[in-house]
């Protein structure tokens, strides 16, 4: 590692891609998609080896528990984007990022709670009676509309 490597990354030891794949589980592969999406950061050496600083693990373990919540990386991105890649972060470069979160897990956990209130009777057309379908929703007329749960993805077009 050479002594300009060294200053981007103040008292952050720097880590091969191996490395930081066998401390967080994740392969390789992902590990260049999100470089290549910005999600993460590291640098190439002399020898055209990637490092990582040790900071990044914590961003990409962060990436690992979104995706597992169903989390899109875009979201994620947003989530992330104040804290610093260059540095090590601060705990307020944290505290800032978890307010994010907080925010997206919000959302995600009320757009949950929709779905199961209108899935208790809902079969797939949208009249959200099992009951009610052979009267609201004859011969399946609705799917001449097109594929999907048709009055459902209306009500939400009108949100």
């Not at 640098?43 to 961003?59: D, E, K, L, V």
């Not at 800032?96 to 209108?118: G, N, T, Y």
């Amino acid at each position: 590692m050479n002594a300009s490597h060294q200053r981007a990354y103040p008292g952050d030891e720097l880590l091969s891609i191996g490395e930081v794949s066998e401390r967080t589980g994740v392969a390789r592969s992902a590990l260049h998609y999100y470089e290549e999406l910005g999600l993460i950061q590291s640098f190439r050496t002399a020898g055209n080896q990637r490092r990582y600083p040790r900071h990044m693990i914590r961003r990409i373990s962060l990436i690992t528990v979104g995706r597992r919540l169903g989390i899109g990386l875009n979201d994620i991105g947003e989530a992330l984007a104040d804290v610093p890649m260059d540095h090590r972060p601060s705990d307020a470069d944290w505290q800032r990022a978890s307010r994010d979160w907080m925010r997206v897990l919000e959302l995600r956990r009320k757009a949950i709670e929709e779905l199961e209130d209108q899935l208790l009777g809902c079969i797939g057309c949208g009249c959200l009676s099992m009951k009610a379908c052979a009267l609201v929703n004859p011969d399946d007329q609705l799917a001449e509309e097109g594929a999907g749960a048709r009055r459902l993805e209306a009500a939400a077009e009108l949100r």
